[in-house]
């Protein structure tokens, strides 16, 4: 693969996005019709995946929320809580998911929303920053995620013999049912730390 069309694919996506930002500056019902630009659904190169840096990502599509899955959580943590059984009566109207299952949940709503790397060999989980757990999930709801690459910051070779990676960090929102509308908050909110190493 050239430098010159990793570099031609950084740009025109810079420019997009810059274009994009004008657009929603510069009179609110243009902000209302622009498209956002596409993020591109692969990533070629670490230059590449600096260019997402600040784009909307998503929303994904929708994840139901079932007791079966709740109660196979509850036998895996231990965490058997009442409000997370099956008709429990609770002050949300009955059971509601873990805040820790929804968390854990995000590797599969964010699948097909952050680009996929192409030039990685392997990626890390190194933890979250400000995870916040806003409102309830009832079981039986719907949930999607929203997200957006914050920062992306050059690293050496992991301690597992990696070649060099980055640094990423995505903010990520969690909604249920009707609850992307700015009419409910959101369920979820935090920032997600990982590290991709090259092949």
Not at 16 to 27: E, I, N, P, R, V
Not at 51 to 74: I, K, N
Not at 153 to 175: D, F, L, P
Request: some cysteine.
């Amino acid at each position: 693969m050239s430098r010159a069309r990793d570099e031609s694919s950084v740009v025109a996506l810079r420019r997009a996005a810059s274009l994009a930002s004008h657009l929603a500056t510069t009179s609110p019902r243009r902000a209302a019709t622009a498209a956002s630009p596409r993020p591109p659904a692969v990533v070629r190169s670490p230059e590449e995946f600096e260019a997402v840096v600040g784009v909307a990502l998503g929303p994904s599509p929708w994840h139901l929320v079932t007791q079966a899955v709740v109660d196979a959580f509850s036998d895996t943590t231990g965490d058997h809580q009442f409000i997370h059984k099956a008709g429990a009566e609770t002050m949300f109207g009955g059971p509601i998911a873990h805040g820790l299952l929804t968390l854990s949940l995000l590797p599969t709503l964010l699948k097909g929303v952050l680009p996929r790397h192409e030039w990685m060999g392997q990626e890390l989980n190194c933890g979250f920053n400000r995870v916040r757990f806003l409102s309830p999930v009832p079981v039986g709801s719907r949930i999607r995620a929203t997200a957006k690459v914050i920062k992306v910051k050059r690293i050496g070779g992991g301690s597992g013999g990696g070649g060099e990676g980055v640094e990423s960090i995505v903010a990520v929102e969690v909604h249920g049912d009707g609850g992307d509308d700015g009419e409910r908050k959101p369920a979820l909110v935090a920032e997600w730390v990982t590290r991709q190493y090259a092949k």
